[in-house]
C-alpha cells in the first residue's frame, strides 16, 4: 500500500457491532470467514439462501464506507444515501451508491461497482484495506464532486389520453 489507511476490517467489524447487527466477536468471525481463505469464497457457494447471504455481505462491505465518507463531509439534514445492490450468482453483482439530496432534487450515482462476491477475498489484511480504501475515496470523491443542488420544480406528467379502439 503507497498511502497509509485505517483498518477498515476494524471499522467493519464496530460497524457490525454497533449497528446491532451482530455481536463483536460474532461480526469478527463472519468477516474473516468472508474475507479471508480460499476463492471463490465456499460460504456463498454452499449456502442455502444465495441471494440473501451475497446481498447481506455487499451491504455489510459497503454500507460502513459510506457512512465514513458521510462522516468527513457535511450533507444537508435532508439527503440520504443508499447502497443498492443487484445481485448476480454467476457473474458481477452490481453496488450502487447513491446520493439523494432532498425532495424533489436530481439524485447523483457516487459509486458503480461490479463485483463478483464469491471471489471478494483477500490474502491478507492489507490487501484488504487497499480495496476498502479505494472505494471509500471513491465514495468521498464523488460526494465532494455533488453540486450543492437547487431545487428542481417536479414535472407534473401529461395527463392520459384514453385508448380509442
Known amino acids: 500500500m503507497t498511502r497509509s489507511s485505517r483498518n477498515w476490517i476494524a471499522y467493519l467489524c464496530e460497524n457490525l ?37 451475497t446481498t447481506h455481505l455487499l451491504q455489510r462491505l459497503y454500507q460502513p464506507l459510506v457512512a465514513a465518507a458521510i462522516r468527513d463531509l457535511p450533507l444537508p439534514a435532508s439527503a440520504m444515501i443508499h447502497v443498492f445492490t443487484d445481485v448476480s450468482l454467476t457473474g458481477k453483482s452490481a453496488v450502487l451508491v447513491v446520493y439523494f439530496p432532498g425532495p424533489n432534487q436530481p439524485h447523483h450515482l457516487l459509486l458503480l461497482d461490479g463485483a463478483k462476491a464469491w471471489e471478494l477475498v483477500f490474502d491478507n489484511s492489507d490487501e484488504f484495506n487497499a480495496w476498502a480504501e479505494e472505494r471509500y475515496r471513491l465514495i468521498k470523491a464523488a460526494l465532494a464532486g455533488v453540486p450543492a443542488g437547487v431545487p428542481v420544480s417536479p414535472t407534473s406528467p401529461l395527463p392520459l389520453e384514453a385508448v380509442k379502439n
Do not use: H, I, Q, V
Open 17 to 53: 457491532a454497533s449497528s446491532g447487527m451482530m455481536p463483536t466477536w460474532e461480526a469478527a468471525t463472519y468477516l474473516t470467514d468472508n474475507l479471508f481463505g480460499d476463492k471463490p469464497n465456499p460460504r456463498l457457494l454452499r449456502t442455502t439462501c444465495p441471494y440473501e447471504d
